[in-house]
């Protein structure tokens, strides 16, 4: 409840601010999914991080692949109008074909942002670097991301999920949402 009380309150100070709230999978709790996305935000996120394949090994035993779907799922199922973001590290030791797959899952999802980084081992207690991907394949993704339908897909070896361009462009295409929702007569 945190999220969704920070979010009105951002919103009650200053409604023009555009919110996005990176949020956890609340081990699967739809109903704090569900909470958040009627807070008022504008950007519901959620990060996959990584292929179905690595889960395992990447993420929190409490979290898994299908469960952070279903999360991704329930926000547009509940609010169709939230724009929806997710974001996956490389460079972990997936193929080609498991990110292909894990950006056609998050399109069938109805996520509209996503994003692409690489992986940057923290500390030597976290996984090691398997591979550092280059540049030309990063932009090799953001066209597969496109050409999937993603409103926006911002992918690089810096990217993050926080990613400035993307910032600019969700508020852009919030601002054009809320211009036609404000021109749009009432049917009352």
């Known amino acids: 409840a945190h999220f969704a009380e920070t979010v009105r309150e951002l919103k009650r100070r200053k409604p023009e601010i555009l919110v996005e709230c990176l ?95 690489q992986y940057m081992q923290p500390t030597k207690l976290h996984m090691k670097v398997t591979q550092f991907v280059t540049p030309e394949k990063f932009k090799f993704w953001e066209k597969v991301g496109q050409d999937l339908g993603f409103l926006y897909t911002a992918s690089g070896p810096l990217v993050r999920s926080s990613y400035k361009a993307g910032e600019y462009f969700l508020k852009n295409v919030l601002q054009r949402r809320n211009q036609d929702a404000a021109q749009t007569p009432s049917p009352i």
């Not at 609340?26 to 991080?49: K, T, Y």
């Not at 990584?50 to 990447?58: G, H």
């Not at 329930?74 to 974001?87: D, L, M, N, Q």
């Open 23 to 117: 949020t956890p999978d609340f081990r699967g709790n739809l109903d704090g999914v569900s909470c958040v996305v009627h807070s008022g935000l504008d950007v519901f996120a959620h990060n996959i991080e990584t292929v179905k394949e690595l889960q395992w090994l990447v993420r929190d035993p409490r979290a898994n692949y299908n469960q952070s779907m279903e999360v991704l799922r329930h926000a547009k199922r509940v609010r169709p109008e939230v724009i929806t973001k997710s974001s996956i590290m490389l460079g972990l030791g997936e193929t080609d074909e498991q990110i292909l797959q894990t950006m056609k899952d998050l399109r069938a999802t109805d996520v509209d942002c996503v994003t692409l980084g």
